[in-house]
């Protein structure tokens, strides 16, 4: 068993102890009805508190005026009384486990669309955000002391719903930060761009605004970047002199420090690190920030792991940790991991496709690996079965084993044919691809599971009618998942084509038949066809893609698709957008433009990878239909979509036998 030095050790917060050093953050959860975090909202958070966290921040960019309304990512919104009766039962509820629990209070500035909900955008001056390419109006004296009486006000509603303290919201590039950097405050006044005091006296009256609103009986903490690695902006030494002027202000009571800065793509990106950063990467922020308070300070940056957590605390770069999204893919690994039971933990791979990419949209947080994340109302137990069935399961890919485990979870008896030697299925083949070695998570772990609640699973074992018949199940699963969808080109038989998931298997006769210059055909939109480019490109190749999209990986959100381009630019390839490959002939490929509906030649080329995408496998669900089986095809057996779509497929139609 693990044994935990310093994370189930109690932390003074303000005037708080926390039981624990876990804390989930603010973040937006995008699950708020009409501004207000009702029942639906409640009941995520509260599966976190009935899981063990500490210390519960919630309501990320939670407003505290109307022209930075929460609305068009579906969050909450703390200018309106209406609010407190919906803060008390929610802080009632978080109480209730003994939890002490803190909203994010914010402006958004310059961030975001007027055009989304008919909002005026203001900021410090007319310099647009790069990342939603709107100019502000300069917010003038009179609507400085109204923002900052909002402030003031927002956080006096928490308290009067019985909110132990309120976070302010100095990162990202919101407002408050906004003031702090050179590349927006263009001001000359008093809260101008002469000096480091000027630029922070916009944030430094909120604090105090703040405080005197609820006294010192309330937790009063601020969100700030470690460094948000953007050119003229604010960087590490810039920030410790910042977090060193806030601190002595003796009015803060902690420090969350991130990295990275949500005014440009690329920082969007980096603000929330998927799989392709490594863990822990932005705790030397924390341990910098550290060294010029003298309040806690906590960390953030893929930190998924309660060892990892504890080495963090260890080491002295902080005295709490956020692992946010690890709570997002187990609200209960506090509890597991206090108990020994590392292996439970259902850990964040870091997919982002289902929470923060989601959530950038104003669609509900889900989890890639947990379906019962934004379904807590309905699914948050899972109930044995009334009466005990045989389950059998055909393939052991995401859909498959999911099923499996819930079936198991649930009583059942469960047996598993796999063809192959090995649990995964096309997570196997992901996990190949630069930037996604943990895509294989999911299943590493639903497999781990199913082992542990006597699945029978058999490997190297195709399926066919006659053997599943011989099982007598009451309900067959088929998750037989796909193969490559063919690509359909003229004259590709005088070419050098192959899958992209050959490529990646080496299912061919290897690299050298390509040659040295390759052209990937991505008509999938997501990580499949750049990401074998990047594969090839680390092997010495020279690649160009082409896609008849606008970009390249059109179907990949907010956070996976800037470090995913900034690689392939970074490392040569060359990008062909708005052409869909028709034909190959001598070598080159010929496109015609979705929109002038010309074609064009490029190449030549020595080789052509197509990437379109999965085509189903299923030979077994129509022969047990026509013998009388109940029987159900889950995850790309029955469409070829994503992972997410394959594991809730899975643990759905599973709670329904």
Same mark, same amino acid.
């Given at each position: 068993m693990a044994e935990f030095q310093y994370l189930f050790t109690p932390l003074k917060i303000g005037h708080v102890t926390v039981k624990n050093r876990i804390s989930c953050s603010a973040h937006a959860d995008a699950l708020a009805f009409?501004? %207000?975090? /009702?029942?639906?909202?409640?009941?995520?958070? !509260?599966?976190?508190?009935?899981?063990?966290? #500490?210390? %519960? %921040?919630?309501?990320? =960019?939670?407003?505290?005026?109307?022209?930075?309304?929460?609305?068009?990512?579906?969050?909450?919104?703390?200018?309106? +009384?209406?609010?407190?009766?919906?803060?008390?039962?929610?802080?009632?509820? %978080?109480?209730?486990?003994?939890?002490?629990?803190?909203?994010?209070?914010?402006?958004?500035?310059?961030?975001?669309?007027?055009?989304?909900?008919?909002?005026?955008?203001? #900021?410090?001056?007319?310099?647009?955000?790069?990342?939603?390419?709107?100019?502000?109006?300069? &917010?003038?004296?009179?609507?400085?002391?109204?923002?900052?009486?909002?402030?003031?006000?927002? /956080? #006096?509603?928490?308290? !009067?719903?019985?909110?132990?303290?309120?976070?302010?919201? /100095?990162?990202?590039?919101?407002?408050?930060?906004?003031?702090?950097?050179?590349?927006?405050?263009?001001?000359?006044?008093?809260?101008?761009?002469? =000096?480091?005091?000027?630029?922070l006296k916009f944030g430094v009256r909120i604090i105090e605004a703040v405080r005197e609103k609820v006294g010192r009986d309330f937790i009063v903490g601020i969100r700030v970047t470690g460094d948000d690695f953007t050119e003229r902006g604010l960087d590490n030494a810039q920030m410790q002199e910042i977090c060193g002027k806030l601190n002595d202000l003796k009015m803060l009571d902690y420090f969350n420090v991130i990295g990275g800065t949500a005014e440009t793509f690329v920082g969007e990106a980096a603000a929330v690190p998927n799989m392709s950063f490594k863990l822990g990467c932005y705790t030397y922020l924390a341990a910098s920030i550290r060294k010029v308070v003298d309040v806690p300070v906590i960390a953030f940056g893929r930190i998924v792991d309660p060892v990892q957590a504890d080495k963090i605390l260890a080491n002295g770069e902080a005295d709490m940790v956020i692992m946010n999204r690890a709570l997002i893919a187990d609200p209960h690994l506090p509890n597991k991991a206090q108990a020994g039971k590392l292996d439970d933990i259902r850990q964040c791979m870091g997919y982002n496709e289902g929470c923060i990419d989601r959530i950038y949209t104003g669609r509900g947080v889900t989890c890639v690996q947990n379906p019962v994340v934004g379904r807590e109302e309905k699914w948050a137990e899972l109930t044995v079965a009334g009466g005990k069935k045989k389950i059998v399961v055909v393939g052991g890919g995401p859909a498959g084993l999911e099923a499996a485990r819930v079936c198991a979870?649930?009583?059942?008896?469960?047996? &598993?044919?796999?063809?192959?030697?090995?649990?995964?299925?096309?997570?196997?083949?992901?996990?190949?691809?630069?930037?996604?070695?943990?895509?294989?998570?999911?299943?590493?772990?639903?497999?781990?599971?199913?082992?542990?609640?006597?699945?029978?699973?058999?490997?190297?074992?195709?399926?066919?009618? !006659?053997?599943?018949?011989?099982?007598?199940? +009451?309900?067959?699963?088929?998750?037989?998942?796909?193969?490559?969808?063919?690509?359909?080109?003229?004259? /590709?038989?005088?070419?050098?084509v192959v899958s992209a998931w050959d490529v990646l298997m080496g299912g061919y006769d290897g690299l050298d038949k390509l040659g040295k210059t390759v052209l990937v055909i991505d008509e999938e939109y997501g990580h499949q066809g750049p990401t074998t480019a990047e594969y090839l490109l680390d092997r010495g190749r020279e690649v160009d893609l082409v896609t008849s999209q606008e970009v390249i990986g059109n179907f990949l959100g907010a956070t996976t698709r800037p470090p995913l381009l900034t690689r392939l630019f970074k490392k040569g390839a060359q990008l062909f957008n708005h052409l869909k490959a028709e034909s190959l002939r001598d070598g080159h490929c010929l496109a015609r433009n979705e929109w002038s509906s010309e074609l064009q030649q490029v190449g030549p080329y020595d080789g052509f990878v197509y990437a379109y995408g999965g085509i189903r496998v299923d030979t077994l669900t129509e022969p047990l239909k026509a013998r009388g089986v109940s029987v159900q095809a889950v995850g790309d057996a029955f469409s070829p979509r994503s992972l997410q779509h394959a594991i809730l497929e899975g643990h759905q139609y599973a709670r329904e036998i």
């Open positions: 009409d501004g %207000m975090p /009702a029942d639906r909202e409640r009941r995520y958070y !509260e599966e976190k508190a009935r899981g063990g966290v #500490g210390f %519960m %921040m919630c309501f990320g =960019s939670a407003s505290v005026h109307p022209t930075s309304t929460a609305r068009d990512w579906n969050g909450v919104e703390l200018f309106d +009384d209406r609010v407190i009766p919906f803060l008390k039962k929610f802080s009632d509820t %978080m109480h209730g486990y003994k939890v002490p629990v803190c909203a994010q209070i914010t402006h958004r500035g310059r961030r975001g669309r007027s055009i989304d909900l008919w909002n005026r955008q203001y #900021g410090p001056s007319d310099t647009r955000e790069p990342n939603h390419r709107e100019n502000p109006h300069p &917010l003038e004296p009179h609507m400085i002391d109204e923002l900052v009486n909002s402030f003031a006000a927002a /956080a #006096g509603r928490l308290k !009067e719903g019985g909110f132990d303290g309120c976070e302010v919201m /100095a990162s990202h590039c919101h407002l408050i930060d906004q003031f702090w950097t050179l590349n927006v405050n263009k001001r000359s006044d008093a809260y101008g761009a002469q =000096s480091i005091e000027s630029r979870t649930r009583g059942h008896k469960v047996v &598993l044919f796999e063809k192959s030697g090995e649990l995964g299925g096309q997570t196997l083949i992901a996990k190949r691809a630069p930037g996604r070695q943990d895509y294989d998570g999911a299943t590493r772990w639903s497999g781990l599971q199913c082992q542990k609640l006597g699945v029978d699973i058999r490997l190297n074992t195709g399926a066919t009618p !006659e053997a599943i018949l011989a099982e007598s199940p +009451d309900h067959v699963f088929i998750a037989t998942g796909a193969t490559a969808r063919p690509h359909g080109l003229e004259g /590709a038989e005088k070419h050098v």
